[in-house]
């Protein structure tokens, strides 16, 4: 059963950088057809789709962080990571890392996700 794990600092300071790690078990991040994503909740508001990282290594990002968004992976630790750039107060938000699927156009894995808080 292919479980994911957010890790991170539950706190961060405005205009600085926030790393995020998602440690998967019991699969591999290279599976194919895998895109691992990762996607915000904000207080109050909806599901914001940051971005991804394919199984095959290639990245794409929401146009909303797009400038300030970085994910990447480790796959001898079966890890993938995110880092936001000077992050604001309007950052703070529940993070998620997810598995879609491609053939199935469906994300079959969640993590429980993390809460990330920005102030000072």
């Known amino acids: 059963q292919v479980q994911l794990q957010e890790s991170g600092p539950g706190l961060v300071k405005p205009s600085q950088s926030l790393s995020l790690t998602c440690t998967v078990s019991?699969?591999?991040?290279?599976?194919?057809?895998?895109?691992w994503t990762w996607i915000r909740q904000p207080p109050g508001k909806g599901m914001e789709w940051n971005g991804y990282?394919?199984?095959?290594?290639?990245?794409y990002y929401g146009p909303s962080l797009k400038n300030h968004t970085s994910i990447s992976r480790d796959t001898s630790r079966n890890q993938f990571n995110l880092q936001l750039g000077s992050v604001t107060p309007e950052g703070t938000a529940v993070c998620y890392c997810?598995?879609?699927?491609?053939?199935?156009?469906?994300?079959?894995?969640w993590g429980q996700g993390t809460q990330v808080t920005v102030s000072s």
């Open positions: 997810t598995g879609w699927r491609s053939a199935f156009q469906a994300y079959d894995y």
């Open positions: 019991g699969g591999s991040i290279t599976t194919n057809d895998y895109y």
């Open positions: 990282i394919a199984y095959s290594g290639s990245t």
